[in-house]
């Protein structure tokens, strides 16, 4: 029997191809903040606090997820509607080509 011939990527091939995770995270001593982690784990701890990845789902387009937060406690409705504001100006060049702007840039375009 022949041995195959296959190319095992080396380490560094492996590492570039882990799962990068656009997000934020947020804990009531430091606030609200944008990361990009790598894997998409569904808990992580931030000084000694385990947080829970929780799913931010925009009414505008139903059962999309628009972000992703990680948090102790469930987000606030405040902190999600912020979320949802922050993920549409985040990711609106990836997930919505040719979308309109929302309020807050075209009253700023107007000016």
Do not use: H
Request: with cysteine.
């Amino acid at each position: 029997m022949a041995a195959p011939n296959l190319a095992l990527p080396d380490a560094d091939a492996r590492q570039s191809r882990r799962l990068l995770s656009e997000c934020w995270i947020y804990t009531s001593q430091r606030g609200l903040r944008e990361v990009t982690l790598f894997g998409n784990g569904s808990t992580i701890a931030i000084d000694g606090q385990k947080l829970r990845r929780w799913c931010i789902v925009d009414s505008t387009y139903p059962d999309s997820t628009v972000g992703l937060v990680y948090s102790a406690e469930m987000p606030s409705a405040d902190l999600r509607d912020r979320l949802t504001q922050l993920a549409r100006e985040r990711f609106k060049p990836a997930l919505w080509p040719g979308a309109s702007p929302g309020p807050e840039s075209a009253s700023a375009e107007q000016s």
